[in-house]
Nanobody
Framework: QVQVVESGGGLVQPGGSLRLSCAVS????????IGWFRQAPGKEREGVSC????????YYSDSVKGRFTISMDNAKTTVSLQMNSLKPEDTAVYYCAAGPYCGAGPMYEHDYDIWGQGTQVTVST
């Protein structure tokens, strides 16, 4: 089974940047895709971005497209989410998760089996 651990959250001013990291077990990444979800206070958990095991398919939600970039290192041990031009509405707990699907469509949390503990991102003045 894939195991994931998130890190990199913190407090940042609007317009600033943060880079989140998801450490994963590389031995199973040829069978699992990695997704980033977030949950803001009072809102449902939503898929933000995902990347396929072969580093070919990438997805971004409309709210983050053009501002966030997902990437995977060559060893397939780390999936990063570079977040630029951050807005207060980006404030949420961000979760890394492993699942079998990442394509052009929306992400569904029920497709993801392994979840990290979450890391808090706060965008505020």
């Amino acid at each position: 089974q894939v195991q994931v651990v998130e890190s990199g959250g913190g407090l940042v001013q609007p317009g600033g940047s943060l880079r989140l990291s998801c450490a994963v077990s590389e031995l199973t990444l040829d069978h699992y895709d990695i997704g980033w979800f977030r949950q803001a206070p009072g809102k449902e958990r939503e898929g933000v971005s995902c990347i396929s095991w072969n580093n070919e398919n990438r997805y971004y939600s409309d709210s983050v497209k053009g501002r966030f970039t997902i990437s995977m290192d060559n060893a397939k041990t780390t999936v990063s989410l570079q977040m630029n031009s951050l807005k207060p509405e980006d404030t949420a707990v961000y979760y890394c998760a492993a699942g079998p699907y990442c394509g052009a469509g929306p992400m569904y949390e029920h497709d993801y089996d392994i979840w990290g503990q979450g890391t808090q991102v706060t965008v505020s003045t």
